[in-house]
């Protein structure tokens, strides 16, 4: 006989789980609202921080229901260990109050400025700063400006720099300026020229921020020295960040959907990795022009020398503005000396003033002749031209950002581009082609020259008049004034020099300005 098999052991029945009903994960920290519903504690407190809506019977939720939740959780932690535990600390209300408080304004802005496309910002607690600073010891004290004091830290062996506000009873304008830093800061950290943000502490009155740190301090530590100094950089060295800044600055105006001018561009605003690499720094005072407007009006800011002489006029802003602020910085790039004392020197006047290039250009150039700065001839006075037009009294009149960056990138890079070897190729012109005429481009070239010349490629140069004279007679019926600027981009974008043609980025938004063109049909 086989021996009696051995009893199968019967599972204990599972007992019920609970899910939440927004995030259906585990109901292990459960928590209610005054109206009696249970969510997960992330779910119900990013609801209140959002100041939204109950998931269920859709009650708002205001910092009453705060309350609530926080009396429910002391109630259990009170039943299960001591009467004590549900009376918390005054201060710990207090840092969780200012978490509550600045995490709402926090979310309104990143809603406000950036919709949906917001980045994740990391949160440090009180205490873990104040571990990393060794209590904001004065030892690791690096620059004290008001309202903030700058501190170097260590968090997990990695060097930090910590921002911290230091004002008591802080007014709503710098805790919205600190908030305005940080969603700003998040959005831009991606560009390698930007100070990256690597998180904020919303448990102070004011928000305090952790940036990475820089350990070669900020760009005025390395100009403002005599040339025999170890922190001397040299004119190759100062090109080069020169034209990162631009880029950075170009990034902000053009990155997304609504340009953002920083309005502090100086030299104590850009910082310096261990590589050398430009960092752009501090955008509490940034702003961004709302979308179908050219400028926005708001309270001067700034640096006496630095801002832009329309903005002090009008107090209005457009990416111009910081055109200026990075024209004044290419000055002191370009001579080692501070903007004051360049006004000083040139207007012979110890007051506050700008530089510009109107009355007293002349005396600027005859400064630089004896104060610039050694280096190779031709990208001193090519940089020092470009200078000249960044600074100029009729904002019209200034360089787009985004052509200052490109100028600089080919002066730094010695590039000449010899015009009969440059061509831009069938699938790129393609695109230009079907823009305005509907018609492919191999047709188009045929019709244009008569023959295919070469690979059928479009050139615009001693046969633009052609091209001109074909699109008056084979282009699309719509607006007039928009099919214009759009054959011109087009015309731009098929120049024979690479340099003349226009980047991706300058061609969508130029393309976004010509949809907003009034429209008069044909």
């Not at 040139?346 to 005859?366: H, K, W, Y």
Request: charged share 25%; net charge negative; hydrophobic share 35%.
């Amino acid at each position: 006989m086989n021996p009696p098999e051995p009893p199968q052991s019967v599972p204990p029945p599972k007992e019920p789980t609970f899910s939440c009903p927004v995030c259906m994960g585990p109901l292990a920290e459960e928590m209610s609202t005054k109206c009696g519903h249970i969510f997960c504690k992330n779910c119900i407190k990013a609801a209140i921080v959002a100041q939204s809506k109950c998931p269920t019977c859709r009650r708002k939720l205001t910092m009453k229901d705060t309350i609530r939740v926080e009396f429910l959780r002391d109630l259990v932690s009170w039943s299960s260990n001591s009467m004590w535990s549900c009376f918390r600390l005054p201060k710990e209300r207090e840092e969780e109050r200012h978490f509550l408080e600045n995490g709402a304004l926090l979310l309104e802005e990143l809603i406000k400025s950036f919709g949906c496309r917001s980045n994740p910002i990391p949160s440090f607690s009180k205490k873990e700063l104040e571990r990393a600073t060794n209590n904001y010891h004065q030892n690791g004290l690096l620059r004290q400006n008001f309202p903030y004091t700058l501190y170097k830290g260590t968090y997990e062996d990695r060097p930090i720099l910590v921002k911290k506000f230091v004002r008591e009873d802080a007014p709503k304008r710098d805790i919205g300026e600190c908030i305005n830093e940080v969603a700003v800061a998040s959005q831009m950290s991606k560009h390698k020229n930007v100070l990256k943000l690597l998180g904020c502490c919303l448990e102070t009155e004011i928000p305090t921020l952790v940036f990475e740190f820089p350990p070669n301090g900020c760009l005025s530590d390395h100009i403002f020295v005599e040339e025999l100094s170890p922190s001397y950089l040299s004119w190759e060295s100062r090109l080069r960040i020169a034209t990162e800044i631009a880029d950075a600055v170009a990034y902000l105006h053009n990155g997304t959907s609504k340009p953002i001018i920083h309005r502090f561009i100086h030299s104590h605003t850009i910082l310096l990795d261990q590589h050398w690499i430009a960092k752009l720094f501090e955008f509490g005072f940034s702003i961004s022009i709302p979308l179908g407007q050219t400028y926005i009006e708001a309270d001067l800011v700034g640096t006496c020398g630095y801002t832009d002489p329309e903005s002090l006029h009008t107090r209005r802003y457009t990416e111009k503005s910081d055109v200026y602020n990075f024209g004044v910085v290419l000055f002191e790039i370009l001579t080692g000396k501070m903007v004051s004392k360049i006004v000083q020197e040139v207007n012979g006047v110890t007051n506050c003033d700008f530089l510009s290039a109107g009355d007293n250009e002349d005396d600027i150039r005859e400064y630089l002749k004896i104060n610039i700065v050694k280096g190779n001839t031709e990208q001193l006075m090519a940089c020092t031209e470009l200078a000249f037009r960044c600074i100029k009294m009729n904002p019209e009149e200034r360089p787009l950002m985004m052509e200052a960056a490109k100028e600089l990138r080919s002066l730094a890079h010695g590039k000449s581009w010899p015009l009969s070897f440059l061509f831009l190729d069938f699938h790129s012109s393609e695109s230009c082609a079907l823009l305005v005429t509907s018609k492919k481009v191999y047709d188009l070239v045929i019709e244009v020259y008569g023959e295919v010349e070469n690979s059928g490629y479009i050139l615009v140069d001693d046969d633009e008049k052609d091209i001109r004279l074909y699109l008056k007679t084979n282009i699309v019926r719509g607006n007039t004034e928009q099919l214009m600027a759009c054959a011109e981009l087009a015309i731009r974008c098929v120049k024979m020099n690479p340099e003349e043609r226009p980047s991706m980025m300058e061609a969508t938004k130029e393309l976004r300005r010509i949809r907003r063109l009034q429209h008069d049909s044909l």
